[in-house]
Structure formats: C-alpha cells, structure tokens
C-alpha cells in the first residue's frame, strides 16, 4: 500500500466514524402514557380514529381470557425506533407469539442484542459513496455493514452448535434465545426481543428465514458442512403457527406492516381447517400500514377482504393508514399502560408444542 | 301526498337522526403536552423523526422575533376534529397569518360556529342513499345538507349588507368576524377560526373563495342583485398577502396538506421580488402531507423543490409523511406548550394591510 | 464586476445550456391507435381495467348528443408532455370547457405558446444550486426562470389593453386567446390550448387564476394602475360554469388530477339547483389520479362519495390509479381514435354565455 | 336437511354461478407492439419516462451477452390478468430465472394450469357473504375457494411421490414441472409458467414457499407422513440462487412488485462474497411498484438504497411508479418485440445447478 492510499483509506476511516455517530434510541413506552391522547383521537374522525379503534379492539383482545395475541413484524420499524416496544410488550405478557420478517429478527433485534446500533443518517452522501465507505442505507438510518457480518458469523456459530437435522425458524431461533441466555452472555449487550421471547415461552416464526442475516449464515454453515447440516423447513413452521392458533379459542393479530408475516399468521384458520381442526376466525384484528389497497397485493389488502377468505372477522378489524415509527408507539403506550399493571396471565403459547416439536 | 308517502319520509327522517347521532368532538391541545412524546420520537427515525424535526423547526420560526408565522390549511381536517386546534393557536399568537381553502373557512369553520356539527359515520349506507337523506359525505364524516345550505345563506345575508365593489377574500371573511362579533352574534353557537382571527387581527386569505359555500351563497347574492354587487378579487388576495410577507424579515409555513394555499403563500417571495420589495425565502417550513411527490403535482412536491424556485430556504424545510388527523394534535400541542405561555407578541399582520386595503 | 465573478457568471451560463439541453416533446395522440391495448385491459382486472373502463364512459359521454364534455386539468401533466394531447382533443371537438390550474394554462400551456420549452432534468444539481442557475424545477422536468418572467410580462401587456373592471377568468383566458391570434400571432410560436380553445369556443375556466404567473402579471397590471384596473371576480367563473352546465342535459367529467377544478366542475350541480335550474348530476365521470383517498381531502375523494353530495351519479364514474402522464395518453388516443373521425358536433359551450356575461 | 335449508343452499350455487361469470383473460404481448408509444414515452418526464427507461435498462441486459435475467414476481399480477405475459416471455428465451412469491406460482400459475380461473368481481356483495359463497376475493377478482383445494390437493399428492428428504422450493417446483408434463398432462388444461419454466430450465425460487397454497398442500402430505417426508430448505434456495447469481457474469433484475422475491434475488451479491465467489452488483435493474418509499420498508426502498448496500448498480437502475397491471405490459409487449425475434439464446440457468444440488 503506498502512501496515497493508506491516507485514502484512514480518511475514509474518519469519515465512517463521523457518519456513525448519533445511534438510534428507542421509543419508552412505559415513559408517557397516551391514553388521554387516544381518548381525544377516539371523538375525531379520519386516522386519528382508526388508531384509537384500533387501540379498543387489542385492549379487547387482551382482556379476552381466551384470546392468544399475535404481533406480525414487516418493515423496519425496529431499526427506526420501535425495537424496545416489541420487547417490552413481550415482557408485560401482551404478546405470546410473533411472527416477523427475519429481518426484524436477526438484522435489527439480534444485531443490537449484540452492541450494535442503527445511526441517524447524517448528510447528503450519495450511496455510491456510503457503499465505499461500507455503510448500509435503510431510508434515513445507517448501518455499519461491518457489524452485521458479525451478526451472520453468529447465526453461523449458533447453527454449528446444533445437532443436523430439519428445524423450524421457530426452534432455530429458540436457539439463539437460549444462546443469548447462556454461551452468548458473553456477547450480548443488550436485552432483546429474542431474549424475551425466550424467557417468556413466546415463540417466533419466520417464514421467510433466509431472506435475512440468518440467510448469510446457515448458507455458509451448510457449506462448511455439506454432508450433515441444519436446514430451515418452513412447512414445519406453518404446521407449529396453526397449532398454537388452534390451542386457543379466539386470537388477536396486532399486525405491522404486511408481507410474508401477514399472510403467514391469518392462513392459519384456512391450515387448521385442512388439518380437520376447524378453528375460528381471527377475532381482533388490526394492521398499521400505509400500504395502497389498490394495487391489489396483500400487504396492502383490506382486513375485511381477508374476512372473504374465511380469515379474519369483520366485526373487530381495522386498518390504520400511518407509517409506524409514528403510531406504534401511542398504540403500544395506551395498551402497556392499560394492561400491564392487571399482570395479564402468560399464554405460555410455546408450551402448545409438543416436546417432539419443540427439537428437531 | 298519500299514506305511504308520508310513511317513507317520516321513515327518512327517523333515519336521519340515527345517522346524525354522534358528534365530531375537536382535539383540546391545551388538555395534554406532547412534548415528551416528541423528545423520543427526535431520537428515532422515519416519520416519528420529521414529526419532531418539523416541531424543531416551527419552534425555532415562533422564536424568531422577526417573523410572521403563517398557518396554510388544505383537506378536510377541520371537519375531522381538528378545528379547535386552529382556532386556539390563534388565541396563543402562535398564528399570525392564514392562507386556506374555501371548504375549511367556510364549510367548516363558519358552519360550526353557526352551531352546526360534523358526525360519524355509522354505518355502510352507500352514498346513493345517503343522497337520499340529505346526507353528504367526508370520508368517514357526515354533514346534513340542509344545515349547509344555512351556512350559504349566511354568506348571501353578508354580502347583501356590504356596500358594492371588488373584495379580497381576506376582506370578506374579515367581515365575517365582524358580523359575528357583532349583530351574527345571536345565531353564533360556537367560537371559530374566524372569530379568533378577527379578534388577533389574524388574516385569513382564501385564493379559490368561491369554489366553497361561499361561492353558492355569492352567486346567489350576485343573481340577486345584477347591477352592483360585491365580487372576489384574487389579485387583490396575492398583494395583500404579499404585503404581509414584506413587512416580516422573516416567515416561517405551517402547511396542513397542500393544493392552492400551498403555492399561493409561496409565490409571495416571488411576487415580492417582481413589485421591486425583494424578500426573503421562507425560512421556517414545513408540511404535513401523504401526497405523494412521484405524480409531480404541487400538493405532493417537496419543500426542496421549491428552493428552486427561490420560494422555500432548504436549512430549516421538513415534510412530514402523516395524515393530519394524527400529528397536526401532537405538534399543535408541543408548540403550544412550549411557547403559549411565553405570551409570544402578536404580529398584527393585518395592520400590515393600509386602510386603503382594508375597506374596498 | 472583477475578473473571477465574470468567469463565474460565464460558467453558470455555460452551465444553463448544458442543463436546459433536452426539450420534454409531447405526446401525439394521432400517432397510434391505442384501443387495441384498451380491449386487452378490459378482461384484466386492477387498474388496466380501471382505464378502460374510463374509456368506455368517456366514449359513452362523446357519443351522447345531449352531453357536454369538462376537462379538468390540475397537477403538471402539460409540463410532463400532455400538454398537446388537450389541444389535439379541443381541435376534434372531444372537449367542450375546460377547468384548469392557473398554472396549466399560464404557466404551461401559454408560456410554451411564447416559445419557451420545458426540460429534462439531467443531473443531481440539489435545488440550491438550480436556484442559482435561475431553474426551476418540477419533479424531472426544469424550466429556465427568465423564460417564465416573459410569461408574467406577457399577461401585464394583456391586462393593460382590456377595459378596467371585474372578469371572469374565462373571459380573461377569451383575450389571451384573442390577443394569441391577433397581434400576439407574432410571439406565438407553437399552437396552444388557448388558441384552439379560442378558435373552437370552448370556454377555459381557471377558479384559482391568480395562483400562477398569472397572478404575477396581474398584480404587476394593479400595481401600475391602482385607481382603474382589471380584477378576476371567481364568483362570476362559478356562475358562468354553472350556466354552461345548465346548458346541456348531460355532462362528463374527465379529470386530471383532483384539486379546485375538480371541486369547482362538481359543485355546479349544487350551485345550479340553488339558483333554481335543477340540473341533472354529472352522468359520466372519470378521474385519474394517484391520491389517497384515506387523507379525507377533496383531491383524493372518491367519486362515489361525491353522489352523496349530488354532484356524481354513481352508475358511470370511474377513478383511475394512475400518474397521469402514463395513462392519459393512452386514455386519449383511443378516444381521439374512436371520435375523432365521427366529425362529433361542437357544443359551443361559450356560446351559452350571452353577450352581456362574455364582455365586462 | 330441511326443505328451507335445501332451497337456501340451491340459492346459494345459484348466486355463485353468476359471481362466477366473467373470467379474467390475460393480455397477450404478441398482439400489439408497444413499442411506437413507449419511444414518444421517452421524450415525456413523470413516469412516461421511468417506464421507457425500464424498457431501455432491460432491453440493454437482454442485449448483453454475458448477463442473466431474473424475473421477481410479487403481488397479484397474475391474477389480474398479467399471467400468460410471463410464461411468454419465458418462452422466449427473455427471462432466465424466476424468484416469486409462492401464491403467484401455486395458487395463481398452477391453479390455472389445473384449469381453473379468476374471475372479474360482480357487484357489492360484502366480505362476509362471499364467505359465505365460498368466494375468495382479490381486490376486484373473485376465486372459487373449492377450486383452489383441488390445488392444494395436487401439492400433496406431488409431494407423496418424492422421495423423503430436504427440498429447495426451486426443486420442488421443477418437480411441478415434470408433473404437468407427464403424468399431470391430462389434469393440466392451460400452458402456464411453471410448464414453460420446466421446457426452458428456468428456475423459479419460492422464499416463503410455504405462505401459499403449497404450504397448505405441505403441511398436509407432512401430516400424513410424520416420520419420512419432503421438507422445504429454504437455505438450499439461497445457495442455488446464489450460484445461478454467480455463474454469469452480469445480472438483470425485472422486479414486479417488493416483497420477499425482491430482498432475496438482491441479497445474492452479499452471499456470493460471504461464500467467497465475489460477484457484480446487479447492472440491470428495474422495479415497478407503487409502494411509498417513506415507510423505510423493503418493498418500497429506492433501487439507489440497494446501492449502498452492494447489491445494485446505480448506473442503470428504474424505480416505475406505477401498478403493474397497467405498465407490465406495455413493458413486456416492447421487449417481446425488441428481442423475441432475434432468437436471444437460452442462458440455461438451471443448468448452472450441479445434478448433486438438482435431486435432494
């Protein structure tokens, strides 16, 4: 290396630390309570109405001592500002059972659960030259793209520690729950939403499991073993999705974003009347998103067109038409705030799998 | 009218009480503070970020002692409840100046000082057979038309009793609050927009007057009356409008969704410029919009884009990607919190206006 | 001026040229034949269904003896090369009154009338930068500004050569017209809306007129003759448009984008009943537009919505989700295709306004 | 079953009849030449020109001698009409692979391979009593909800016949392939995709396999097979993928919508270096969605972000703001017409998989 480019490369250096600067600090719901807020939302009209609907159909749904409440996770809302609420529900008992983008799961929450931080983006950098500077762009954060090949070496780590065989995102990821709880503590710098999930029996599901860091790191856990390995066998966790559904009598779908997620959680009525367990349709249902309906996909799909499918309940559906780093946090505040002093009782849903189940 | 007749009507209008049942109740800013909810939004990403980025920023313009806050209204917000909220930054001086749609002036604003009110939508009635009850719709409010049609005789009461000759709205609506204020009193059930405004010697500009219930009762005060007769001079508007602008070094936007108010209080800078008062671009801006900027129309383009048309300085600009019924509350409420109580100075921009200007 | 500012301003209007290189061209209607695309979307579903079902209420509309066609223009589909596509529809009798943005008829249509052209963006100057080329910029399109001062010259010279007094914005637009095929014939460079408009009498209605460079001119024209000028009174435009429409048995509505004209063609059917000419609502109608309508504003409402108030039936509307500058070329084409050759009798829509309403 | 009961069900089919009426037919790109209107498309701006300079992008990749096609299926495209434009342009040799969402290969492509349809949406029959028609809806499509678990039904008995063992999606759907060709051929009454992708070694990669009807289909032949079954490695996917990525030199991407298709095929770039087979960014790339980037998502993330992340060149990529519906063909009708005839030659990306990585 000549002289001209390792001062290139130290400026470069500089430069990465100077975008890397101002972390991402998530939203406290336990800080405000918005419940006076959601009160006046609730005598308005337009959006404002929905949210506080959509706040009086899960506080339903949580009251429901029958009632299993699902939270979906699609989007970016966790590297946003949003992480700490997740698992803060989990923690409070309002939410006993997940199912996400692999994203949201390892990118974002196990990334951080390891010291990493999302960072506001600082300036007008073209992303030709983050690229140069190995900074990864999500809309107006930045991440240190250096961090998260340690997020994959970990999947990878994680995934030699195992016994070879088919695994469900589900248990692959009670894995790195138990890991995180154990060996890992070591490593992990901050409570996450795996750790809670893992403490509380909340199951997490990605059906999409590749499609994300823990992608980067199986592929290269099977190519180091090609012969005996673990795969992610996603029918396994459709079948495990449909069991917990059907353990309970009457579910809520708090749902954030769409994609895979949404349509993964509400098939699960269709899969339970397949599997000759007929089970009722999602009865409190809600989904924040600002997803156009009209063009006909299904993250933008009205929850009332789901009800045609057999899926979900018109009665108690309704969409709130907000990005999420904004409307999140009220919702999730007034619900915290309404519900987690009565110690609502944990659904224990990963119990609903058999220990069969439960390891590969 | 023969028995079944009269059965169907009195069956319309037993219908129509139950469709006009519940109330639109506006958002109090004074009831909660927001600004703790904001402090942590400022620390995420996404729209929680512009959210409190915009609040930043228009906290920095009613700082500024040098400049003329004006409030830009478009959209049907204040039919959705957030009416109150415009009426009550007025009192605070936190407004100093508004350029508006007909429809928020007069449809809603006037209507409900006339005592009249916005309702829920209660059901799935289709628009066909709300036509049939006299029942027009926003969204998911309704209006009864037959108190509209109240409100645009008002406006035909008021431009009968003014002497003939060209107005600028601002000038008709000032005497809207003047007869309010005075012998309108009487049928006046509500403080308003308008009578806060003529209180503050707040201006409230409206570049497309008449294409409101103030266009239906003009016109019909027009009919009424062939020879002489009051019109609505836009030009007249732009001056004016443009001659507050000049009296403040400086100017800071509050644009609530976009259309004609958000080009017309732009194109002040530029019409200052060609009348030889060159002024400068407006410091302090922001918008609140969902509209979005790809079908390349003014509502939806960016505050950036018009710094290039020198009209917007693109340091302290931020839109905000957010239905107003949402985070018009949340800001409304931050600033007013944070600055009603430092008893701001009022601008007085009308006095800017000559008396010349002020009568036709 | 020193040495290096010359050099500069020598590289800034090198540096213009380079910018404002590639002229937009607009789209010929007359060049093919899109019906055949138009019968394919028609046994889609989604939005090619959408426009072709537009076609056919459109095509309905055009071939209803008894029906009057508005075109209602807002957003910068001129600019984006629509601009002779409305031109080519007035020149075969398909469009019988139009109701425009100020700025599509001055600020677009007018001004490249003059010569002037709009262009493609080229690079990443920031807006900042385009202010100081003296650009302006409208999503990907520039605009040289000195061009647009000619413009605003060009109404003042206009407004000077009229008897003061209060105009319609359509009789304002007849003199442009007028003043295009007389002694402006020597400026004019490209045939326009307004002059086609002018040679087939149909009517041009801009409800916001003095929200564009038409303003500009006409505060400069008042500014120079303060005590004896021309004023654009709205409400005269209102009842104009509405006698138009009380003209004819039918009408249809082909809007481009929402905002005032969109508002200001519906309201009519309101406006004509209160000066008691009951008249029938608008029988066909389509709009074109890629706003929301969850943002409750009028730009975004549904058509649907608009029966509430009367103004639309609901058997033959359409809405269409889509920026204009893709589907309105293939919208008109088939029209123009369909029509055009049918010879279809002109309406002489401004024929309706008797002599006393057509001049001051 | 009571006479009463007997005739409501009898009125029941009845009514399903007619909801069942009027299919959806694909648009066929041989029958026009698009070509004409996307060359005046080009000298326009907005998104007449972001669709012709997709054309451009695309048709520079398929020119491109060294470059590989990947087709990404997200949304509901298919179903509305745009089904038959795939398979031809896969039979053309014009696209090379193929990453889908599972519901647009199994529940949309396969369902009609077993000839069954889409039909157009009839009237405003609710959500609740098309459930209770056993009517699926999408958007403005209906689907009969018995006809689509003949299709879940043909997923398990192809699944019977495997041997047991880990599947990627890819092999499980050439599987589907074969099926269709040979014993399948007499259930099998339209050409479709998943046929022609078998002729043409085209591979199709499902992600989230399982979110679809082939989930259902798979859970059921797991079911019934507890011990010994297919199981579906979703990590397979992405090694196969990636070294389809890695074997050409250059890569294409003609992304139709977001999703889990669009994060997988743009990851391949990351995976590659991590497996130590550095690879170009994509150079050709072009996406066409309607999804608003300001939600910080996935599906909505500017082409530009993906540069900073490694995986997109920025060089040559298109965001088109349009639905699909109404572009796609336009699009695909141009590079049909472009490139069709110049007998492109096959790339044979299935090839590039070892026999090894083709049977489990």
Redesign the interface.
Known sequence: MDAQTRIQEENVELHREALLRTP?????IA??D?R??LA??E???????E?SRAYRILSAGLADEDCCLFLSL????S????MDIYRDLVDAHLVDAIVATG?SIIDMDLFEALGFR?F??QD?L???Q??EHE???????YID?RDLRVC?ETIQKIANGLEPG?YSSRQFIREIGRWLDNEGSEYCKKDSLIAAAYRNNVPIFC?????SSA??G???H??EHPDAH??????????EL?TVKTSFKESALFMV?G??PK??IQ?TV??AD??GHPSRMHKYTVQI???????????S?TL???????KVD?ALEQMV???????V??LASALFHQHAKDKRKPRNAAGTLSTAQNTP
């Open positions: 991402v600090e998530h939203f406290d800080a405000v918005t006076p807020i006046m939302y005598q308005m009209r337009f959006t404002a109405a949210l699609a989007g970016s809302t590297a946003a500002g949003c994203a999302h506001h983006r007008d073209n992303d030709d983050l690229r900074i990864d762009r999500i809309y107006d954060t793209e994959d088919a059906p999409a499991f590749s499609d992608g980067f199986l592929v290269a099977q190519t673990v795969t992610i066998d996603s029918v396994r966790d459709f079948r449909t974003g994609g895979t349509n993964f098939d269709v899969c397949l599997l998103t600002v997803a156009d309906p009209r063009d006909g996909a299904c993250s799909s009332s067109e789901a009800c045609s499918w057999g018109r038409f907000s990005e999420a780093s904004l409307s946090p009220l």
